[in-house]
C-alpha cells in the first residue's frame, strides 16, 4: 500500500486545483510565504527560488488553489547548472503549503503539476519530513545537504591584517567590481556564482537591502573578498555571502571577515548570527563551529542519479 493512501482520504489531489502563476498573485504568494515562515520559523522556500516567484528568470512557478479560490500552495522550480558556463544542468524545486493545509497528499499534488509542466521529475530541496517523504516516493535519492548554523552574538572582534581594509558597498559604484569579484571567487558554484547584474539589482532592491552591512574586503585598491550580512526579524542577523579570492585564503582570512559581518549585525541589534553551508563542505563547517556556529537545521537535496533526465 502507498504511504499515501491513509492520507487521501484526509487531502486528496482532488481538492487541490493547479495553474501557472501570474503576477497577479504576487499579494496572495507573499501573505502565504509569510504565514509560512511565521509558524515555521524559517523561510518556506530558498531565496533563490522565492526571488523567482511568481514569475521570474526563467523559472516555473505554479500555484495551488482550494475550493473556494485561495492561494494554499506554491511550487517553483528553477534550472541549475551542473557548473558555471555549461549548458547541462537539471530541473530542481521547491515547494510550500499553508501550515493548514499541509500533507504528503498535498505536495504530492504540487509536485505532480511541476512535472506535469515540465515533463519530467524534477530534483527536490526539502524544508520538511512531508516533503523528504514525497521524494522518497518520486524515487528520489539523497544528493546535496545544507546545514543552518547559528550562534549568540555578540562574537570576538575581528582582526585583520593591517595592508587590508574594509568598506561598506557603495551602491552605484560598486555593483560591476562585486560582480567580478563574485564570479571569480564562486567561478565552480551553480547558485552563487551564477549572479549576474539582474540578480543583484533585484536583491539590492529588497526592504532587507543594506548597502552598509555588505562589507568588502581591500588589499589595497583592489577587492579580494566581502562578507554580505542580512537583518531578520526578531534580532536575527545572517552571513548572507561571504567569499575570498583564492589568493588570499589560508591566511584565516574567512574567519576575520566572518567576525566583521558579525561584529556588523551585532551593532545592528542583532543577538543571534546565522548562516547556511554546504554539509559537505567540511573547511567551511569546521570555521564555523571554531566560532561556536551549531547545526540547528538541515535542508536536503533528492534528486535522480541522471539530474538531466
Not at 495553474?19 to 502565504?32: I, N, Q, V
Not at 479560490?69 to 547548472?81: L, N, Q
Not at 585598491?221 to 537583518?231: I, M, R
Not at 526579524?233 to 576575520?256: N, Q, T
Request: aromatic share 8%; with cysteine; net charge negative.
Amino acid at each position: 500500500m502507498s504511504a499515501f493512501s491513509a492520507r487521501e482520504g484526509l487531502y486528496s489531489a482532488s481538492m487541490l486545483s493547479t495553474r501557472h502563476a501570474t503576477l497577479d498573485d504576487t499579494t496572495a504568494l507573499g501573505e502565504l510565504l509569510a504565514r509560512c515562515a511565521v509558524v515555521d520559523g524559517h523561510a518556506p522556500l530558498s531565496e533563490f527560488k522565492a526571488l523567482r516567484v511568481p514569475v521570474a528568470n526563467g523559472a516555473r512557478s505554479i500555484v495551488a488553489e482550494d475550493a473556494a479560490g485561495d492561494v494554499v500552495g506554491v511550487v517553483v522550480a528553477a534550472w541549475h547548472p551542473t557548473d558555471i558556463g555549461e549548458t547541462d544542468g537539471y530541473w530542481a524545486a521547491e515547494m510550500a503549503l499553508d501550515p493548514a493545509r499541509r500533507s504528503e497528499a498535498a505536495y504530492l499534488a504540487l509536485l505532480g503539476a511541476i512535472e506535469a509542466d515540465l515533463g519530467r521529475t524534477p530534483a527536490l530541496w526539502t524544508f520538511a519530513a512531508e516533503q523528504s517523504a514525497v521524494a522518497r516516493h518520486r524515487g528520489l535519492t539523497k544528493s546535496r545537504t545544507l546545514v543552518e548554523m547559528r550562534r549568540p552574538l555578540p562574537a570576538p572582534a575581528p582582526q585583520l591584517p593591517e595592508e587590508l581594509r574594509v568598506r561598506s558597498f557603495v551602491a552605484g559604484a560598486d555593483e560591476k567590481a562585486w560582480l567580478a569579484l563574485n564570479s571569480l571567487v564562486f567561478a565552480h558554484h551553480p547558485e552563487a556564482g551564477s549572479i549576474d547584474a539582474a540578480d543583484l539589482a533585484l536583491r539590492m532592491a529588497q526592504p532587507w537591502f543594506d548597502a552598509a552591512g555588505l562589507l568588502m574586503l581591500f588589499d589595497g585598491a583592489s577587492p579580494v573578498g566581502y562578507c554580505w550580512t542580512k537583518s531578520h526579524p526578531g534580532s536575527v542577523g545572517e552571513i548572507y555571502m561571504i567569499g575570498l579570492v583564492a589568493s588570499h585564503r589560508g591566511r584565516g582570512l574567512a574567519r576575520s571577515l566572518t567576525l566583521v559581518g558579525l561584529e556588523y549585525l551585532a551593532g545592528q541589534g542583532a543577538k543571534i548570527g546565522m548562516l547556511y553551508a554546504e554539509a559537505s563542505n567540511t573547511v567551511a563547517t569546521g570555521l564555523y563551529e571554531s566560532l561556536e556556529f551549531e547545526i540547528v537545521r538541515r535542508i536536503t537535496l533528492y534528486q535522480s542519479e541522471k539530474v538531466g533526465a
